[in-house]
């Protein structure tokens, strides 16, 4: 059982390195919205993105067209990112667990924690992440969220290439124990069991 | 890749840089440059909106400054930082987050002369409204605590004597009144002490002190801890709530646990305007890179330094929480361990004129208003740092008349002794 208050960097690393496919369930065509920033960003880096928001059926995302649920499909998915409350997550990964085959991995966005869907999920061999962005957990393994100021916990004495559109950038950098944020992840643990 | 964990020294000397993409450069340059251009339309307005992670102009970020935070960011434990101009700048930049007119903070008595003077006056015309307690007194931060309170403010080892602050007690106040604790840990600099560690929520620094710590360069350094949710009942707007220059942007729902450093960078510097020079930001890089060895020098002349005046006949008191008989020595054993600090006051038994006759002998010390400089120094504080503040408020600070302050350097202890031996015996 994963311990969801506080993911090895290997962990997240080795999902955002595996998979390829993501489908992102609550993704907004509203450009100021988080789940549409991420789903560029993650489009931009090279994952095969597919859009499901019921409420925008018939309209397309940065040319994807949006599905109005994960039956929709219609082929093997890596990964569902979900971009929906807590009170909303369980009904999805219900319908995750209907799919053949299933995903390998879900995602559940910043803020979002479900403990009693990530068992179910991980009963079945699926990798769940909880309460993390996929876009800023690439940004800070990757190193490109260094631009921000932000602690990437990662070192690499390697020249890296200068990002372009399009491009993967390499994950596998050292990650760092001293400069963890372990205060961060006992405030989020502490939060969680509060609500 | 095995998640290894390396040390503090390690972190010192490589967090946040790496080999520059575009020339191999293995120094961190410095991007001396005001503005950045964008692939196309679309790019910009990515970066506008904070969509995309990137450069725009140097006053909201630039990439030597952004190696300097996440270095200070890694060494403070925190989960993302912001430079600016100074550790002033900080101060303002921070409380502009979290003040509204009106609102109060209550910040310990035992600051900074240059922060006392910041608080009471420069923020009283916004509004803002400071509320003192006594750091030895941890009921009188309970006390102060409104409805309006916004924030608790204290340093870590506090100027001018080096005493040291019960940053745990004090954050256990903070965290029942529901409201961030910003440290200042300049003077300890997280060699000695990492407040996040202890409770802190918020960290800054005057980078201008022991971080860069050659006395050449002027900056200031916001810590986001990640660990304060700012999104609970209203209170913090600035990040709970729709941004209307940014579109409708809500920081803390976007950025989450470095939604506060964020919320510092494109609200305050950017409308603020204390940018740090990417030069400056060089220089405190090289700097730091050398702080633990520093520091650990500062600290073992500061203590011998102060063994030496506290047997000396000219001496009435020394204060410096690393004696074991100082009234803060049980705190600097529990917070800094590896030595408590290089800033300290003593007082002469012949008053003001002895401390003025002092000052003029000494030969190595330099009669300077900084701290945490390479070379050592000394300045009486009632008559400068203080100098603004009554006189009983000046005695609550630690800054009375007949007392002398010491940054000790790092030259060689013998050379420093004697020369105040010198100064002091005739």
Redesign the interface.
């Known amino acids: 059982m994963m311990n969801h208050d506080a993911y090895p960097d290997n962990y997240i690393r080795g999902i955002l390195n595996g998979v390829k496919s993501i489908a992102m369930v609550g993704a907004s065509p509203v450009n100021v919205r988080p789940s549409y920033f991420a789903f560029k960003y993650l489009a931009q880096r090279g994952y095969d993105m597919i859009p499901v928001n019921p409420g925008h059926v018939g309209k397309e995302l940065l040319g994807k067209p949006f599905i109005a649920s994960l039956s929709d499909i219609g082929g093997p998915v890596d990964m569902i990112d979900i971009f929906r409350n807590s009170s909303h997550i369980m009904p999805v990964v219900e319908e995750a667990l209907t799919l053949d085959p299933l995903p390998k991995v879900i995602w559940m966005q910043l803020g979002a924690r479900d403990d009693a869907a990530a068992a179910r999920a991980e009963s079945v061999g699926i990798k769940v992440v909880m309460n993390r962005c996929p876009k800023i957990e690439y940004g800070r393994l990757s190193s490109e969220i260094s631009w921000m100021g932000v602690n990437s916990r990662t070192l690499s004495s390697k020249r890296a290439p200068a990002p372009t559109q399009g491009m993967r950038l390499s994950l596998n950098r050292m990650s760092v124990g001293g400069g963890t944020t372990t205060a961060s992840d006992r405030a989020a643990k502490n939060k969680s069991e509060q609500s | 890749?095995?998640?290894?964990?390396?040390?503090?020294s390690?972190?010192a000397v490589?967090?946040?840089a790496?080999?520059?993409?575009?020339t191999?450069a293995r120094a961190t340059p410095i991007y001396q440059t005001t503005s950045f251009v964008f692939?196309d339309a679309d790019?910009a307005a990515?970066l506008f909106?904070l969509?995309?992670?990137?450069?725009i102009y140097t006053r909201i970020?630039n990439?030597t400054?952004?190696?300097l935070?996440?270095r200070v960011?890694?060494?403070e434990?925190?989960?993302?930082?912001?430079?600016v101009a100074s550790g002033h700048a900080a101060q303002v930049v921070v409380l502009q987050q979290l003040l509204q007119p009106g609102d109060e903070f209550i910040a310990a008595r035992k600051l900074y002369g240059g922060s006392i003077n910041q608080f009471t006056h420069a923020f009283k015309s916004f509004g803002w409204n400071v509320v003192w307690a006594d750091p030895d007194d941890i009921a009188s931060f309970e006390r102060a605590v409104t409805p309006r309170t916004k924030a608790i403010f204290i340093e870590s080892i506090a100027n001018p004597a080096g005493s040291i602050t019960d940053i745990e007690a004090i954050s256990t106040v903070a965290r029942k009144a529901g409201v961030p604790l910003i440290v200042d840990n300049t003077l300890a600099s997280p060699y000695l002490i990492r407040p996040?560690?202890h409770g802190a929520d918020i960290v800054v620094h005057s980078l201008t002190k022991f971080l860069g710590g050659h006395g050449n360069s002027l900056g200031g350094i916001i810590v986001d801890?990640?660990?304060?949710?700012w999104s609970t009942g209203g209170k913090y707007p600035m990040l709970s709530e729709p941004r209307p220059e940014?579109?409708?942007?809500r920081l803390q729902?976007?950025?989450?646990?470095?939604a506060f450093?964020?919320a510092c960078?494109v609200l305050g510097l950017r409308d603020l305007g204390p940018a740090l020079s990417p030069f400056n930001a060089f220089m405190i890089l090289t700097g730091i890179e050398t702080l633990p060895l520093r520091m650990q020098k500062h600290c073992d002349n500061a203590k011998a330094v102060a063994e030496f005046l506290a047997g000396h006949p000219a001496v009435a008191s020394v204060s410096y929480a690393g004696l074991p008989s100082d009234k803060y020595n049980q705190l600097a054993r529990k917070y800094a361990p590896k030595g408590a600090g290089a800033v300290f006051t003593f007082s002469l038994k012949g008053g003001y004129d002895a401390g003025v006759n002092l000052v003029s002998k000494l030969q190595l010390f330099s009669h300077l208003a900084n701290v945490g400089d390479t070379r050592s120094l000394v300045i009486h504080p009632a008559s400068t740092t203080h100098s603004q503040l009554d006189d009983a408020a000046k005695i609550k600070s630690g800054a009375g008349p007949d007392v002398v302050r010491l940054s000790v350097g790092i030259e060689d202890k013998e050379d420093l002794i004697a020369d105040l031996e010198q100064a002091l015996g005739a």
């Not at chain 2, 790496?18 to 575009?22: E, S, W």
């Not at chain 2, 729902?253 to 470095?258: M, P, Q, W």
Request: overall charge negative; hydrophobic content about 35%; cysteine-free.
């Open positions: 890749m095995s998640d290894r964990l390396p040390g503090f390690t972190l490589h967090a946040g790496q080999p520059d993409p575009t191999g692939n790019h990515s909106g969509q995309a992670f990137g450069n970020g990439p400054n952004a190696v935070e996440e960011a890694a060494l434990g925190g989960t993302a930082a912001l430079a996040i560690d801890a990640g660990t304060f949710d940014y579109h409708g942007i729902e976007t950025f989450g646990n470095f450093a964020i960078r």
